[in-house]
C-alpha cells in the first residue's frame, strides 16, 4: 500500500511536471506561434492577435475568511486549505466551485493551492476563481508562474496583497486556443485527481488493516486477499 501510494506522489510530481512545461510552451515562449507575426507590447514580443491583460480582467479575487475551531472536523466533508495548503477539514461549504488558493501571508506566502471540490479557504490566503470557468488551469499556472517576492510588505511578517496580484499582466490568447489548452492542461490535472483520490482509499484502507493484524482480528492470508482487489 505504501509503495503504490508513494508511486502515485511520484507521478503526480511527473504530471505537474508536464503540465507546466506545456504552459511554458504555449504562453511563454509561444512555440505554436513561431513561423507567424510578432508586435511589440509592454511585455515585450508577443504573436499578433494577443492581448496583454491585467488578472483582475480575467478573475475574481477576494480574501479567505476565518474559520473558528468549532467548525473543524475530522471527518467533514470539505477540505480547508490555508496558506501552506490543506489544514483540516470542515462540513461548512465558502465555494462551490474550482477555486485557487494563494498564501496571503507568512513564511508560506505565495504559494499556490487548488480546489475543484467544494472547500473553504481560510483568511491567510487569497482566493481566485476565472471569469471563464474553462479557464481554470490556466489560471493556475499563471499564478504559479508569478514571482511574490515582488509583492512583499508587511513589517512583522511577509505579506502580500490580492490588489497587487491582481494587477500583474499577462498575455492573453483569443478565446478558442486559449480554452483549448485549458482543456489539454485539466487532462493531466484530472489524471492528478484521480490519483489523489485512489490515494485517500489506500490510505485508509491501510490505516484500518494494519490495527485489526497487529491485534489479530484480521489474518495475513485475508489481508492479502483484500489488497489483491485492490492493487
Not at 129 to 135: F, G, S, T
Not at 149 to 166: C, D, E, H, R, Y
Amino acid at each position: 500500500l505504501d509503495d503504490k501510494i508513494e508511486l502515485n506522489l511520484q507521478m503526480n510530481k511527473t504530471l505537474e511536471e508536464m503540465a507546466m512545461a506545456l504552459y511554458k510552451h504555449w504562453f511563454v515562449d509561444f512555440e505554436p506561434f513561431q513561423d507567424g507575426e510578432f508586435v511589440a507590447s509592454e511585455l515585450g514580443k508577443i504573436p499578433k492577435g494577443w492581448e496583454v491583460k491585467e488578472l483582475q480582467q480575467l478573475a475574481l479575487f477576494k480574501n479567505g475568511k476565518g474559520l473558528k475551531s468549532e467548525f473543524f472536523d475530522d471527518n467533514g466533508a470539505n477540505n480547508v486549505f490555508g496558506s501552506n495548503g490543506q489544514i483540516g477539514r470542515t462540513n461548512k461549504e465558502m465555494f462551490k466551485k474550482p477555486v485557487i488558493a494563494i498564501g496571503r501571508v507568512g513564511a508560506n506566502y505565495g504559494e499556490v493551492h487548488y480546489s475543484v471540490e467544494p472547500c473553504w479557504i481560510s483568511d491567510n490566503a487569497v482566493t481566485v476563481q476565472p471569469n471563464n470557468e474553462d479557464d481554470f488551469w490556466w489560471l493556475l499556472q499563471s499564478l504559479r508562474c508569478i514571482d511574490y517576492k515582488n509583492f512583499v510588505g508587511g513589517s512583522a511578517q511577509p505579506l502580500i496583497t490580492q490588489g497587487a496580484i491582481k494587477q500583474v499582466k499577462f498575455a492573453v490568447p483569443k478565446t478558442s486556443f486559449l480554452t483549448d489548452c485549458s482543456y489539454k492542461l485539466s487532462l493531466l490535472f484530472n489524471q492528478i485527481e484521480n490519483n489523489n483520490s485512489e490515494n485517500q482509499t489506500l490510505t485508509q484502507l491501510r490505516d484500518t488493516l494494519l490495527p485489526k493484524l497487529i491485534s489479530g482480528e484480521v489474518l495475513v492470508k485475508d489481508a492479502e486477499k483484500t489488497l489483491s482487489k485492490v492493487l
